[in-house]
């Protein structure tokens, strides 16, 4: 399969995975703010402090198992969709499901966190009395973010691809 293909295809679905990931996301801040508390700017968590709501446990665990959904979901889907055209092996698995979740990454920073969390401030993902503080508008922070992201797209590039390919030898 020739390279710019499989950068594309990759890309494609992971656009499709931003855009699932980032509806769980923006439903799971909606339904309660708490949800994502460990991904808030540091001076924002201080000032709220601990978990606050006594139902915000078992939505994590809700939302967590929608995010693994849509993050398996999307990845088998488009290894199937590329396994008709192509015989699959282990750096083309690789790159497509760095090229994915990179892709995803870059959405999160550009999309969520820099326009939406940063600069669009919609009022359902302020955590209550923080309103106003400066790490709403922290883009370095997310930055940060994005880096360690890269980081997590090698390792899980390298991991899941690994699966996959164990997967496709076994049901050949």
């Given at each position: 399969?020739?390279?710019?293909?499989?950068?594309?295809?990759g890309?494609?679905?992971?656009?499709?995975?931003?855009?699932?990931?980032?509806?769980?996301?923006?439903?799971?801040?909606?339904?309660?703010?708490?949800?994502?508390?460990?991904?808030?700017?540091?001076?924002?968590?201080?000032?709220?402090?601990?978990?606050?709501?006594?139902?915000?446990?078992?939505?994590k665990?809700?939302?967590?198992?929608?995010?693994?959904?849509?993050?398996?979901?999307?990845?088998?889907?488009?290894?199937?969709?590329?396994?008709?055209?192509?015989?699959?092996?282990?750096?083309?698995?690789?790159?497509?499901?760095?090229?994915?979740?990179?892709?995803?990454?870059?959405?999160?920073?550009?999309?969520?966190?820099?326009?939406?969390?940063?600069?669009?401030?919609?009022?359902?993902?302020?955590?209550?009395?923080?309103?106003?503080?400066?790490?709403?508008?922290?883009?370095?922070?997310?930055?940060?973010?994005?880096?360690?992201?890269?980081?997590?797209?090698?390792?899980?590039?390298?991991?899941?691809?690994?699966?996959?390919?164990?997967?496709?030898?076994?049901?050949?």
């Amino acid at each position: 399969m020739p390279f710019p293909i499989l950068i594309q295809h990759g890309f494609v679905y992971g656009l499709v995975l931003s855009i699932l990931f980032t509806i769980v996301l923006l439903g799971a801040v909606f339904v309660n703010t708490e949800i994502m508390l460990n991904d808030y700017p540091p001076d924002v968590k201080k000032a709220y402090g601990g978990e606050k709501n006594p139902k915000t446990r078992g939505q994590k665990r809700i939302f967590s198992l929608l995010f693994l959904f849509v993050l398996f979901g999307v990845l088998c889907y488009s290894m199937v969709d590329l396994g008709r055209a192509t015989e699959l092996n282990f750096p083309i698995l690789f790159a497509l499901v760095f090229v994915e979740v990179f892709t995803f990454n870059l959405w999160d920073l550009l999309v969520v966190d820099w326009l939406i969390f940063n600069t669009i401030q919609p009022k359902f993902i302020f955590l209550p009395g923080t309103e106003g503080m400066a790490g709403y508008k922290d883009y370095y922070f997310h930055f940060k973010g994005f880096l360690t992201g890269i980081g997590f797209s090698l390792v899980s590039a390298l991991i899941l691809s690994g699966i996959a390919l164990i997967i496709v030898n076994a049901t050949r």
